[in-house]
C-alpha cells in the first residue's frame, strides 16, 4: 500500500464509508488490510469467511477495540461482556428472550402500534411533511421500554427520547474519532454527553426502585439483582434492543414508497391473513437484506498469537471488520442487488448459501432479541401499510453509516388513509 493511499484512505473513508469499503472488498478481496493513522484492520466481506470468525466467536476472537465506542453507554451489558461474563449474562437473560416471551409481548407491541397509527392520523389530517423513522422509533422504544422495565419510561419522561438520541450520536462520533477516549475532551458537547448519562441512568434507577416490590413482573429488573448489572443491561436493550426493528420498518417505507406493486400484494396479504403473514415476513427480511442495521461488526483475536480467517493470518491489535453490507449485497449471491426484491426469500427462489443472509449475526453472539425485533417490524410494518399509502419525495434517501444503518436525516413522508 503506497503513501498517497495512507494518506487518503482516511478522507474517503469519512466522505463515503460504504463506497469505500464496496471499494476495497472490489479491489483487495474478501480479505483486505488496510491502516488508519497506527490502527491495523482487515476488511471481511465474504459470506464464508465473516461465518468462519462469527461461528468461532468466544474461542478466537473478542469484541476489542471497535467496539469501545459503545463502552460509555452501556458499559458491560451483554452486547460488550466477554468470556464467563457474557456466558452468564446470556444464560440470566434467555427466558425473556425465548419465542414464548416475545409472543407475550405482542399485545404490547399491538397496544404502541395502536398509539402509532393514532400519530400518523394527526399527520394524515394536516397533509404535513414528518419524520416517519422518529414515529417508528417512538413505538419501538415504547415497546423495549415496557418489556425490559414493566413501562414506558418515555412516556414519563419525555426528555427521555432526546437524551438517549444525543448519546448515541456522540457514540458514533466516538467511532469516528477512534475510540471513547474523545469524551475526555474539554468540549461542550462532551458536558452534555455526561449529563444526558447522568439524566437517563436517574431514570432507570428510579425504575429500578419502583419495581422493587413487585417481583412477580417477568422483564430485566425481576430478572437481574445486581444494581450495576441492571443499569448496563437496560441501557443496552433501550439503545440497541428496539434499534433493528425500528430501521428495518423504516427502510420498508422507503423502499414500499418506491415498489407500489409489492406494497399492494403485501397489504392484500396482511388482511387476508394478519400481520405475519409470509409477504409481510419477506418484505420485512428484504429490508434488512438491503439495509442491514447493523451492517458492519468488529472483532479482535483473543489470543497474542492471533487467529486466522480465510487461510490468512490475522495479529493481536488487529481489528476486523466484518463488512454485512458487502455480503448482503454480494451480486454472485444476491443478483441485482441494488433492487428490492422480497422474492428472494420465497420458497421457491433459488437456494443460496446458507450463512450468507446475517441481519443479527451468527454463531453463539446472535442477537438475543432476533425474535423480538422480527415480530415487531412485521407487525409495525404491516399496520403502517395497511393503514395509510405511504409517500417519500425526492431527494432520495442514503444510508447513514454509524453504529448502524440509519436513513440520513430520517424518512420525510406525507401519509393518507387507505380507503
Known sequence: MGGLAFVTQPLELRRDPLAFY??????????ARFRLGPKRLVLVSSADAVAE?????????MKGAGNAPLEPLVGEGLFLAEGDTWRRKRKALRPLFTREHVQGLEPIAREEAVHLLDRLDVHASTGATFDLHAE???????VASRGVVGTDLFAERPELGGA??????????????????????PLPKNRRFR??????????????????????LVDLIGTLRDSAELRDEIMTFLLTGQECASIAVAWAAVALARAPAIRRAMVAAADAE?????AVQRVVRESMRAYPPAWMMAREPRHEAGFSVAGEHVDAKTIVLLCVWNVHRDPAIWPDPERFDPERFAPEAPRRPKL????????????????????????????IHRRFEVAIDDPPIVPDPGMTLRPRGGVPARVTRRS
Open 22 to 31: 464496496e471499494r476495497l472488498a472490489r479491489e483487495e478481496g474478501p480479505v
Open 53 to 61: 470468525v462469527l461461528m468461532n466467536d468466544l474461542d478466537g476472537w
Open 136 to 142: 417508528i422509533r417512538r413505538a419501538t422504544l415504547a
Open 164 to 185: 438517549l438520541e444525543r448519546m448515541w450520536q456522540r457514540a458514533s462520533f466516538f467511532m469516528n474519532a477512534g475510540g471513547p477516549w474523545a469524551l475526555d475532551l
Open 195 to 216: 449529563e444526558d448519562r447522568a439524566y437517563v441512568d436517574a431514570a432507570i434507577a428510579e425504575a429500578v426502585a419502583r419495581r422493587a416490590g413487585q417481583p412477580e
Open 274 to 278: 394478519g400481520p405475519h403473514a409470509p
Open 356 to 383: 450468507s443472509y446475517l441481519p443479527f449475526g451468527l454463531g453463539p453472539r446472535t442477537c438475543i432479541g432476533m425474535t423480538l425485533a422480527t415480530m415487531l417490524a412485521e407487525l409495525l410494518v404491516a399496520e
